[in-house]
């Protein structure tokens, strides 16, 4: 089956008559487009995160009082300061702290919340650590509405 009439190869004097003008519409809705999506994320304001958590401690320390290789410490007491990217203190996040045997004064696992400072304070803990080497307290810290946990470690020293 033959088509009739002129094919587009052999049609030299037009067929892109509108071509320049599709052009133009397609440029002006992709600018006005973008225009409108720029100024939408403009205004959006970066999502709160835990950027800094800071531990009064640099490190504990502790002893083997009857030579038995169990290194102990009690009494111990700790501030964990949680930030956000602007520096600004975090309320109600959950602080808590593993590792080295460390327990609260009821013999769990140390948790607090932080107040409106972005403080969580510890106090009278205790640990325990078999041996003589180095080791490390994870402090992790975590929110509510923030999809990303921070954790610091803080090195347990036996002596």
């Not at 007491?77 to 600004?88: F, H, I, K, N, R």
């Not at 004064?105 to 510890?122: I, M, N, S």
Request: with cysteine; charged share 20%; proline share 4%.
């Amino acid at each position: 089956m033959k088509m009739m009439g002129k094919g587009l190869r052999n049609d030299r004097q037009g067929g892109i008559e509108g071509l320049p003008l599709q052009l133009l519409i397609m440029v002006l809705v992709a600018g006005i487009g973008s225009a409108v999506i720029l100024g939408w994320m403009g205004g959006l304001e970066a999502p709160e995160a835990i950027a800094t958590v800071h531990s009064s401690e640099d490190e504990f320390v502790l002893v083997d009082d009857d030579g038995d290789g169990i290194h102990t410490a009690d009494g111990l007491d700790m501030v964990v300061t949680v930030l956000d990217q602007e520096g600004d203190p975090i309320a109600g996040a959950s602080v808590v702290l593993e590792g080295c045997g460390f327990k609260g004064p009821d013999g769990q696992t140390p948790h607090a919340l932080t107040g409106e400072d972005g403080k969580a304070v510890f106090e009278d803990l205790s640990a325990l650590r078999y041996g003589s080497s180095v080791g490390f307290v994870t402090i992790t810290v975590a929110k509510s509405g923030i999809s990303a946990s921070k954790s610091i470690m803080v090195p347990v020293v036996c002596v």
